[in-house]
Structure formats: structure tokens, C-alpha cells
């Protein structure tokens, strides 16, 4: 899952706790999912610490706290990936690090290189077209999701079709 837009609603460059703001239903689709044994990870594109918004720390500090909340619930995240790159940053990255910014598929690979996934069992649901491009580069299903989507729905029909 993409964070800015499918966990929480995307007021652009979401760093601190106090403007983390829930999705309906998220928890309760990452729990559904936990409770039918898939992994759930976030994979987002973080440029705002490349671009001098936040710092790293803001990112791991923010999926700390999202991972807390989401335990409270009875619900977790298996792994979190993110890419600071930008191409408009002056900071130096490597081309691996590169790789990782969607819709290229570095972030993917690092998590199949991690984790044994079915990628016949897998999905990418996001909120922007690269989302979906990173999707079809790894030849995983995808989920474009809008801003009233029912991600509770959407993950009960995708466990639907592929149990």
C-alpha cells in the first residue's frame, strides 16, 4: 500500500503525527488482511526529506507511531519502504537509491529480496498513477484507489478473488 492518500489522507508532505489524518476504514481493511494471513507493507515516496521539508527521523518516527496506533487496534504493518530521492534534490544518491522512487520498482524488489511474497497473491493499492506503473512493471495486480473509496471492500473482494 501507498501511505499519503491510502492510509491517510494526503494534505501533501505528511511528516508530523498531528497531521496524520486516518482513512475510513483503514484499520479495519490492514486488519482483515492481517487476520487472513497477507502481509500488508507501505511503500511511498518520501521526497520531502530530499527536498529539505523533514528529516529522515520524521519518516521512521511517523511509521513508529503509525505502527503503535495500528497495534492498539489489533492491526500491523509487516515492513514499511520508503525512497527519499528526487530528482530535484542537490543531495547525492545512488542508483540503487534511485531505483527505489516509484512507479520504479526498487522498493518491490527489496521487499521480495526480504519477504517470501506470492505475487499472484499480491497487490499494490495506491492513489497515484505510479503507483499503478510500479504495479505493472512488477506484474502485480493493482487498485487505483479514489478519495471515497471503501478500502475495506476492495480488500475483501481482492481476498475473494484470490483464495
Do not use: C
Not at 507501505?42 to 521526497?47: D, E, G, H, L, S
Not at 496506533?69 to 537509491?97: M, P, Q, V
Request: aromatic content about 12%; cysteine-free.
Amino acid at each position: 500500500m501507498d501511505r499519503d492518500g491510502v492510509i491517510n489522507e494526503d494534505s501533501g508532505y505528511v511528516h508530523k503525527i498531528k497531521e496524520f489524518i486516518w482513512k475510513k476504514n483503514l484499520i479495519k481493511a490492514i486488519k482483515y488482511l492481517n487476520d487472513n494471513n497477507f502481509y500488508v507493507f507501505i511503500v511511498t515516496n518520501q521526497a520531502g526529506v530530499s527536498r529539505g521539508y523533514y528529516k529522515e527521523n520524521d519518516v521512521i518516527k511517523l511509521h513508529q507511531w503509525l505502527s503503535y496506533e495500528l497495534n492498539k487496534k489489533g492491526a500491523y504493518i509487516d515492513d514499511f519502504f520508503y525512497s527519499l530521492y528526487h530528482e530535484s534534490s542537490k543531495k547525492k544518491f545512488t542508483h540503487r537509491e534511485k531505483k527505489l522512487r516509484k512507479p520504479d520498482t526498487g522498493m518491490i524488489k527489496l521487499a521480495m529480496s526480504k519477504w517470501k511474497i506470492l505475487s499472484k497473491k499480491s497487490i499494490v493499492i495506491g492513489d497515484k498513477e505510479t503507483d499503478i506503473e510500479m504495479a505493472k512493471r512488477a506484474n502485480l495486480k493493482s487498485y487505483l484507489m479514489k478519495d471515497k473509496t471503501n478500502l475495506l471492500k476492495v480488500v475483501k473482494q481482492f481476498h475473494k478473488r484470490v483464495i
